[in-house]
């Protein structure tokens, strides 16, 4: 049986109506400024030894994002800890705000298809997110120009655009899952709680468990430990066990887009460093080409957990 | 549409067999209904009877089990656009985004329903005007009443210009007046030849707009037709009819009144009567020809809730009847 007229009629309306509500809401100034905040004093820190560590650098500017300076955490780092903090925020309730709202059944009344309200409320969620990482983006290269005087170089923009362009996939991770949430569960409260629980696990979690159900999974050759080295299979098990966190994934193609002389992700195995000059970097294709498979992992978690929402969203009771 | 087909006799709301399921139990089950165009037609029953899940069927917002349903010619499941595009509908407790103003709300809703910049803003302004919200139009929703939140949504049905306005619950929670300014406002949508369905568990404030109204009972359809055949059907009678008047042998005269079914004597000089008809003229001339002195004659409408109270209490009882 099939639909008369197309399913996302309407969903331009929608996506300007939600983009306009975010944008003026007091939720999403609050989260845009403890990322400001958060990101410029990483900045500055980055900034700081940077400008004491002269070495000439060919990629000065990816400095910026990548650069750690303890106890703060580099700017990139930040961003994968704060990037679900904002989709979440945006997403959380979506579709139960409408329920408990009491419009959901109203809207749906008007000539619309449900793909429209779910389609435009992502796309306008994901643009708002897109936006704010925009303006982080122009502001790190701001101030490289700024302060540390160097016109950035055209292939470490190009880079840094793979960054914005990942981080907005990554936050399109979040973002389902919450919308997801937001679905199943009709308290707002509720599906914020599951959210933020389900962050706060694979970031903080999941990172100290992955290694440990890797030993459980594959138990390293006592071999390897005479000789005072990881089993290969281990650590592999724990490498695949760590993909499963979008984190990760975004961390590792960061890695390989920001920092240009990453040859490999993961355990390195020595016939992938054959013929390789150690600290040369790589081709801008070939980070890229490195960081696919992680950015591939992102859109498919993305798209998963959004055919998921939108199945059940069609099903779904519109009344309270 | 064409205008020419469509008679006035022929239904703009056909339903056969209409049943929705939950798992075992039929909340709606097996229904039929034929509302013509520009009647005012009410669904009535207690909470839980039926009422919505009909009304959202009929808008291909939940799932039908079985049975059929037209809409305007058109099936909700397989066009519900197009059923969407000329139905409005006010669902049960609106709501509305309260940060948004009145007019911005309805031109949300306005865009959705495709409607073009220039003619959106003409037909905003003029539905408010109808619904006498025109002064607050650039106020938040958050401020207004629940009056006013219904008027709003009117005003959204106004603006749509659907052949078919449906409203679930519309006068429930308002006070007195506001729910006789919101039957006055549907009184307005009728003399424009809109069909009205609306659905009500309070009877006594919906019967006397309603043309013809179907009593939900469990997901069924007890009784269907206009309120005073309901009531000769129910009650035996649509008037009661109440007489003061003081003479020998007036109720005995009133009782041979064609068409009076009852004649229960109230005191010595208070009579009350239920008939198939307004008998107060004849009570006149009853009261006069036995040279009795009339001080009052009175006539109650026939009352939903009493026809609703007695078609449920008698159910059990065998069909017991006792006069009104
Ligand atoms: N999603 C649902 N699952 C199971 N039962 C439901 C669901 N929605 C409504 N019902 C039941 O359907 C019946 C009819 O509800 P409804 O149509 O809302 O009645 P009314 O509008 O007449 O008050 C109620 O008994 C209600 O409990
Ligand atoms: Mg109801």
Redesign the pocket.
């Known amino acids: 049986m099939r639909r008369e007229g197309s399913p996302f009629q309407g969903t331009s309306t929608v996506f300007v109506k939600e983009l306009a509500d975010h944008i003026s809401s007091v939720r999403m100034l609050m989260l845009q400024l403890l990322i400001v905040f958060t990101a410029l004093a990483a900045l500055y820190e980055a900034i700081n030894s940077l400008r004491q560590n002269t070495a000439e650098d060919p990629f000065l500017l990816l400095r910026l994002f990548t650069i750690d300076q303890a106890p703060l955490p580099s700017f990139v780092a930040i961003l994968g800890f704060l990037i679900p903090l904002m989709a979440i925020g945006l997403g959380f309730d979506a579709v139960n705000g409408e329920h408990n709202r009491r419009t959901l059944s109203r809207i749906l009344a008007q000539p619309i298809y449900r793909d429209a309200l779910l389609m435009g409320k992502f796309l306008a969620a994901l643009a708002t997110i897109g936006i704010s990482l925009a303006a982080l983006w122009l502001l790190v290269i701001g101030l490289g120009l700024i302060f540390l005087g160097v016109p950035p170089g055209g292939e470490e923009v190009a880079r840094s655009l793979v960054f914005l362009v990942v981080a907005i996939f990554y936050a399109g991770v979040w973002l389902s899952l919450a919308m997801l949430l937001s679905t199943v569960f009709r308290s707002a409260a509720t599906a914020a709680l599951v959210s933020l629980g389900v962050w706060l696990f694979l970031t903080i979690l999941w990172p100290m468990l992955a290694p440990a159900l890797a030993q459980v999974v594959a138990p390293p050759d006592p071999r390897y430990a005479l000789l005072g080295l990881n089993d290969p299979a281990t650590a592999v098990w724990a490498q695949e066990l760590l993909r499963l966190s979008p984190n990760d994934l975004f961390e590792e193609a960061m890695l390989a887009v920001l920092s240009p002389t990453t040859r490999s992700l993961g355990p390195v195995f020595l016939d992938q460093l054959r013929g390789a000059v150690m600290g040369a970097p790589l081709p801008f294709g070939e980070s890229v080409m490195l960081a696919w498979p992680q950015t591939v992992g992102l859109v498919a978690g993305t798209i998963v957990l959004f055919a998921f929402s939108y199945v059940l969203f069609q099903r779904q ?1 519109v ?1 309270a | 549409m064409n205008e020419q087909t469509q008679t006035m006799t022929s239904p703009v709301i056909h339903a056969r067999g209409l049943t ?1 399921r ?2 075992d ?1 039929a ?2 089950d097996g229904i039929d209904l034929d509302i013509v165009r520009g009647e005012v037609f009410g ?1 009535l ?12 069927m009929m808008l291909g917002l ?1 799932e039908i089990s079985s049975g059929e349903i037209s809409m305007l010619g058109f099936n909700p499941a397989r066009e519900p656009l197009k059923v969407k595009r000329r139905v409005g509908y006010l669902p ?1 407790a609106v709501g509305f985004y309260d940060q948004l103003t009145a007019a911005e709300n309805l031109a949300y809703t306005g865009k959705l329903m495709g409607l073009a910049r220039a003619e959106r803003a003409g037909r905003i302004e003029q539905a408010l005007r109808r619904v006498g919200l025109i002064d607050v139009a650039s106020k938040r929703v958050a401020t207004f009443s629940r009056g006013m939140r219904q008027r709003l949504g009117l005003a959204e049905i106004i603006m749509k210009r659907a052949e078919i306005a449906i409203l ?2 519309p006068t429930s929670g308002l006070d007195p007046q506001a729910t006789q300014e919101f039957l006055g406002l549907i009184g307005e949508l009728k003399a424009e030849g809109i069909t009205v369905l609306l ?1 009500s ?1 309070m009877l006594d404030q919906v019967q006397r707009i309603c043309d013809r109204v179907a009593l ?1 009972k ?2 069924h359809i007890v009784l269907v037709g206009a309120v005073p055949e309901l009531a000769i059907k129910v009650l035996g009678a649509g008037f009661v009819v109440e007489v003061e008047a003081e003479g020998l042998g007036i109720a005995r005269r009133l009782a041979m009144i064609p068409g009076v079914t009852h004649v229960e004597t109230l005191s010595a000089d208070r009579f009350r009567m239920t008939a198939e008809r307004d008998v107060r003229a004849d009570a006149a001339r009853a009261v006069v020809a036995v040279d009795g002195a009339l001080r009052r004659l009175s006539v109650d409408e026939p009352s939903l809730e009493a026809i609703y109270a007695r078609y449920f209490q008698d159910q059990p009882a065998g069909g017991v009847r006792h006069a009104a």
Not at chain 2, 45 to 56: C, S, V, Y
């Open positions: 009771e009344r | 929705r939950y798992g139990t909340v709606v669904l029953g207690p909470n839980g009877a039926g009422k919505t899940t009909t009304i959202l939940t049960d679930d619950e659905s568990h939900f469990a997901g």
